[in-house]
């Protein structure tokens, strides 16, 4: 069974970096879109950043030039590395999967997802 699965996720504090995993079994790290998304308690889930199969990349909000997405063909594997994390940046995190073309950062288009990793930055 096709499957997405995170890692990564701990605790660190302001300032400090993680480096996110995802890997993808099954044809899912083929889909034409992959990204990152978080979400926050008592927030909507949002799109961190995306990557498509040429491997061109969006970022939303204030993610572009802190966090790089990635991806490693070779052993099916997702990346998000996060530098300069704040506090606000505390949520799970999420891969998802799209087969749709051209990628967007709206998270009810992304049809697989993976279970989520937990960050937390203290202050």
């Known amino acids: 069974q096709a499957q997405l699965v995170e890692s990564g996720g701990g605790s660190v504090q302001t300032g400090g970096s993680l480096r996110l995993s995802c890997e993808g079994s099954?044809?899912?790290?083929?889909?034409?879109?992959m990204g990152w998304f978080r979400q926050a308690p008592g927030k909507e889930r949002e799109a961190v950043a995306t990557i498509n199969g040429y491997g061109t990349t969006t970022y939303g909000g204030s993610f572009q030039g802190r966090f790089t997405i990635s991806k490693v063909n070779s052993n099916n594997t997702l990346l998000l590395q996060m530098n300069s994390l704040q506090p606000e940046d505390s949520a799970m995190y999420y891969c998802?999967?799209?087969?749709?073309?051209?990628?967007?950062?709206?998270?009810?288009?992304?049809?697989?997802w993976g279970q989520g990793t937990q960050v937390t930055v203290s202050s």
């Open positions: 998802a999967a799209d087969a749709g073309y051209p990628c967007y950062r709206d998270a009810p288009r992304y049809d697989h």
């Open positions: 099954g044809y899912m790290l083929s889909m034409p879109c």
